[in-house]
């Protein structure tokens, strides 16, 4: 691709040089340019992101003190603690249920969206947006006011049905099934917004041939509407898991990890350990596990990535 | 079966018509059903700030029924908006969020230009690994980059942590990478011979820039604008770590740990405070919606 490649000064080149060492010059030229131009993000990148990953490995290998090597020393500290495997699992349980409703709930209303006439969508789409747009932080307040035990609005409209009263943050059940809900309202419209986009790139002429074969709603969906959604579902799902998976916002404003450590993900228990208790090894060796799940998401993120680049 | 039937009567068979038109009836009075239920369930939260942000405590703590307000009074948004540390916190936001929005920009423009443009060693790769570091999560780096910046603040004598403005360098590693990445395919979609024709002309390169690439993607710039200031207004984590004193708080963190004092919670004034905390994102997504969510869908999408 070296067909635009002349600058200013190639017209006073073009008398003196050949071709080919012009050809050189330009190119030279060129690439110190567009060298220049993308310093700033290399440097921004390497010192700010780059460097910093690295500097948590080295960091996780000290002491608390952070005066003497200890090598593996933090993580056996952790592997023999309850709360890790306890956070671990929270994670996990958290993220996957949390990836897979926002995903179907997602699908759903967007198949209801795409169904409406097109002249009513955009409405439709701004409000059921909304949660999306207002900061996580924001919004996880209204929740924390709506799950309070006493006052809120959720154990007053349960009354109303002689339903008693439910400690949702209180309790390790409702609290983790809290921090979930909160979550998936949260993330669902990101879901909807992509599902919708992708289900109006599927031609009509695909139903229309399905509808003629006799094929029903459900395989309309599961032979056309899939088949051609495959790509948008695997790098929504793929980016939504690495989202929820660092979690910190939602889990720390309801419920601080609390009851007794249950609801904390790496993340919110990074946090408490690293910056609150001021053990800066162990918080980095905590917020180390969520890398390889961002290897494994980042590893068929970059396949796809790569593939789509050679298909244009 | 029946829809075979149609196909071979053709446009005669008026009754088989008729019930598919019937049916179609129903499945839009269905979605109109469950999407208000999913825009209740949506928009619930952000009416629930509101009907609380009107309510004095006194209204709150007599428990009378949380979904209506009986008494409204504005004296909640008044407190706020006439106290000096609330409009500092703002203040503080809104800097920070202005400034991230133009050195994001400033970054991203040229180098998404270079990368989709001016092909040299490398390019490809390091567009890869753009979008792969949008991919690293802020619940990742701020421990490592707390303590960079406190031995920086040791060894220069240059204190940057509780400093507000110290978010201004550490937000753009969250917008940058998107940005560069949106703008990347926004500029490779104007065609080739718009900026052939340009440089035939005889503009440099910075030309090309300034008079074809920016109008000619300017939806896509406003995307990433967007985009920016909604991360910058609404990060919580970073300013949670890096600031502690009352004065060099954003508005997130400001409300949380301001409002709340103890286990008194003033639910009144933490309400009005999200709803306002909520308000420039909400603002900007109902005059920019389409932006809002072409910028939104061009991330995955795009490349």
């Known amino acids: 691709m070296v067909d635009v490649a002349v600058g200013r000064g190639s017209v006073k080149d073009l008398r003196r040089a050949s071709a080919a060492t012009r050809l050189r010059y330009a190119l030279k030229r060129k690439s110190t340019v567009a060298f220049l131009m993308t310093l700033p993000l290399i440097l921004l990148i390497a010192v700010l992101v780059i460097y910093p990953a690295f500097y948590a490995i080295h960091l996780a290998t000290l002491n608390k003190s952070m005066t003497r090597f200890v090598g593996f020393g933090n993580f056996r500290f952790l592997f023999k603690r309850d709360t890790f495997w306890m956070v671990v699992e929270q994670s996990c349980i958290f993220a996957i249920t949390a990836v897979i409703f926002k995903a179907l709930i997602g699908f759903i209303v967007a198949h209801f969206a795409h169904n409406i006439p097109s002249g009513k ?25 709506l799950f309070d035990p006493s006052y809120s609005a959720f154990n007053y409209t349960l009354g109303l049905f002689g339903i008693a009263p439910v400690s949702w943050l209180g309790e390790v059940g409702w609290a983790r099934f809290s921090v979930i809900l909160v979550n998936v309202w949260y ?13 109006k790139s599927v031609p009509d002429q695909l139903y229309e041939a399905a509808a003629i074969d006799g094929a029903n709603w459900w395989q309309r969906i599961w032979y056309v509407t899939l088949p051609m959604m495959r790509n948008i579902i695997a790098i929504t799902t793929l980016f939504s898991l690495i989202v929820t998976f660092a979690n910190f916002d939602i889990v720390r404003i309801l419920t601080s990890g609390g009851p007794l450590d249950q609801t904390h993900l790496f993340a919110t228990w990074a946090f408490k350990i690293g910056i609150e208790g001021s053990d800066i090894p162990l918080g980095a060796s905590i917020s180390l596990f969520m ?5 494994i998401a980042a590893y068929f993120i970059l396949r796809d990535v790569t593939k789509r680049g050679n298909e244009a | 079966m029946s829809s075979f039937a149609i196909d071979k009567a053709g446009p005669g068979r008026k009754v088989k018509f008729g019930s598919m038109s019937r049916d179609r009836v129903w499945a839009l009075r269905w979605s109109y059903f469950f999407l208000t239920l999913f825009a209740i369930i949506a928009l619930l939260p952000p009416i629930y700030m509101l009907i609380t942000s009107l309510k004095s405590s006194a209204e709150i703590s007599a428990a009378t029924n949380p979904w209506w307000v009986f008494h409204p009074t504005l004296s909640n948004y008044h407190e706020l908006l006439t106290s000096n540390q609330f409009l500092r916190f703002f203040g503080n936001s809104a800097a920070i969020s202005i400034a991230v929005v133009a050195i994001t920009m400033a970054i991203s423009i040229p180098a998404a230009f270079a990368l989709s443009r001016m092909k040299f060693w490398g390019s490809a790769t390091l567009a890869t690994g753009v979008f792969l570091t949008y991919l690293i999560p802020d619940s990742l780096l701020f421990i490592p980059l707390f303590k960079m910046f406190a031995l920086f603040g040791d060894w220069t004598g240059i204190q940057l942590i509780n400093r507000w403005y110290v978010l201004i360098f550490i937000y753009p590693t969250l917008t940058v990478p998107f940005c560069t990445w949106i703008m990347i395919g926004y500029f490779a979609s104007i065609p080739k011979e718009l900026d052939e024709a340009a440089i035939i002309d005889g503009a440099s390169w910075f030309q090309t820039l300034t008079r074809i690439f920016i109008p000619v993607a300017l939806p896509g710039l406003i995307a990433a604008t967007i985009f920016a200031f909604t991360v910058s207004w609404a990060q919580f984590l970073y300013p949670l770590v890096f600031t502690t004193s009352t004065d060099q708080l954003v508005l997130p963190v400001g409300i949380i740990t301001t409002l709340i004092k103890g286990d008194v919670f003033n639910w009144g004034q933490i309400m009005t405070g999200a709803l306002l905390g909520a308000a420039p994102p909400l603002v900007i997504y109902a005059f920019l919606m389409d932006y809002y969510i072409a910028g939104l869908t061009a991330g995955a999408t795009k490349g």
């Open chain 1, 121 to 145: 969508q955009r409405k439709w789409r701004g409000m059921l947006l909304v949660p999306w747009v207002i900061p996580p932080a924001m919004s996880t307040l209204a929740w924390l006011w």
């Open chain 1, 187 to 199: 993330g669902a419209p990101f879901f909807m917004i992509m599902y919708l986009a992708s289900l």
């Open chain 1, 291 to 295: 890398a390889p799940i961002l290897a």
